[in-house]
């Protein structure tokens, strides 16, 4: 279970944002610190420019971290409506909220925008994000339990309650039997369940379950694991698949450093496709639908782009990714997931994050995902319809004065309530104070 054990507070179970290093707020953990930022800049969005103005108020208390940001937008084309036109973007302004437990409580809990959501080898949900369209972004729960033999985590992606969920499960059943050797009793099992109550595809909601077993056959001494395992799984009404793979690294090498290896091997029914609880899923499934947006600009129609279980035709993928952490101030997460078969179904997801442990004055970021692509060189293709991005870089350029710049790619409802969604361009650059207030 070695993604799972709480060997230091920075090395809490990597269970969607659990470890995600950009949720760190102060240089160390144990400060205790709290922060009130107020923002300047411009907001240009698409081809509409205007005055952004908010602030920002982020801090690490004994019990929680947090970070929480409103902003509004004026200029010449008036107010931006998606910032205040409903009640929940009240919530919206929550980035994330995060339950600090004594170090030896086993227990995670965070509340913002689901992100990077993830159960075992990525066969059911993989990199699950509600974020995907950024003005109608909703605000989740992830919250999980560590135990010697059991791991149990949760995840919704609205706090209504109303959408995606997922549960998972892992077990270690064979770890206290003594006259077995290490090697069965590092056997491990994993049981995940995800659904969408919206979709009514085939007459009721959209369901799909997993099912993974490894065993680790290194010495766990050694501080490593090396993990063949053996997935299945299917959705409801639907298909299914299976998949045999790898997983090797460290989940905690020198108290400083987590490292994965997986390479996993996918063969898919007619109607499944493996991880299609994803980053698009939001607004690629069977009710909501991404288009071609120079289709729609140029003559108004709505060309859908992307693929759906319903129009799956099965095939095969072969997976391979890297990870390589240092807990709180560097990150490297690169996925790719080539398809073979007659439709556009190869995926890429890539992390890099940068906080310098000697210059504090410095954060990078930069988060890219694409889906429809062909081949591993299609990666370097022009960005057009299936793909998200935010490049954000922050620099303190004197004392309390901090510059910042974000761009993000993301996806607006073609109208009001339409379940149609084209690529949305945002462009910010901000000046802002950073003003400690405890």
Request: no cysteine.
């Amino acid at each position: 279970m070695e993604a799972w054990i709480p060997l230091a507070h920075a090395q809490f179970p990597a269970f969607g944002s659990a470890d995600d290093p950009r949720e760190v707020i102060t240089a160390y953990w144990w400060s205790r610190e709290h922060f009130i930022i107020p923002q300047n800049g411009l907001s240009l969005i698409e081809r509409q420019l205007r005055i952004a103005i908010g602030v920002q108020a982020e801090g690490t208390a004994r019990s929680f971290i947090y970070r929480w940001k409103g902003i509004v937008r004026t200029g010449i084309f008036g107010f931006y409506r998606p910032d205040t036109d409903e009640w929940y973007d009240g919530i919206r302004t929550i980035r994330f909220i995060r339950y600090r437990p004594p170090e030896d409580v086993p227990f995670y809990l965070r509340i913002g925008g689901i992100s990077r959501m993830r159960f075992g080898s990525g066969h059911l949900v993989n990199f699950y994000s509600s974020i995907v369209s950024w003005d109608k972004r909703t605000i989740g729960i992830e919250t999980a339990f560590t135990y010697p033999e059991l791991q149990i985590g949760y995840f919704t992606d609205d706090l209504r309650v109303n959408r995606v969920m997922g549960l998972y499960l892992s077990l270690l059943p064979l770890a206290r039997i003594k006259p077995l050797s290490p090697l069965w009793q590092s056997l491990e099992i994993h049981f995940a369940s995800a659904s969408d109550r919206t979709s009514v595809g085939r007459g009721h909601r959209l369901t799909g379950y997993h099912t993974e077993a490894s065993i680790n056959l290194l010495d766990p001494s050694t501080g490593f694991f090396f993990r063949p395992y053996f997935s299945f799984a299917k959705f409801i009404s639907y298909g299914s698949g299976i998949a045999i793979g790898l997983r090797t690294g460290s989940a905690n090498l020198s108290d400083a450093v987590r490292l994965h290896l997986q390479l996993t091997l996918f063969y898919n029914s007619r109607y499944f496709i493996p991880g299609y609880f994803n980053t698009f899923y939001r607004i690629n499934n069977g009710v909501e639908r991404i288009i071609d947006a120079d289709t729609y600009i140029s003559h108004g129609r709505f060309r859908p782009i992307g693929i759906t279980l319903e129009e799956a035709r099965g095939g095969s993928d072969l997976l391979h990714e890297l990870r390589v952490l240092f807990f709180g101030r560097f990150e490297l997460w690169y996925q790719f997931k080539r398809h073979y078969g007659t439709q556009k179904l190869s995926s890429f997801h890539f992390f890099f994050f940068l906080y310098p442990r000697g210059d504090n004055r410095l954060r990078f970021e930069w988060n890219l995902h694409r889906t429809g692509l062909t081949s591993f060189l299609s990666i370097f293709s022009k960005l057009r319809n299936q793909h998200t991005l935010k490049f954000a870089i922050a620099y303190r350029y004197r004392g309390n004065l901090w510059l910042s710049l974000a761009t993000r790619y993301t996806y607006r409802p073609v109208q009001e309530n339409s379940r149609y969604f084209i690529v949305q361009r945002r462009f910010e650059p901000m000046v802002s104070l950073r003003i400690r207030f405890l």
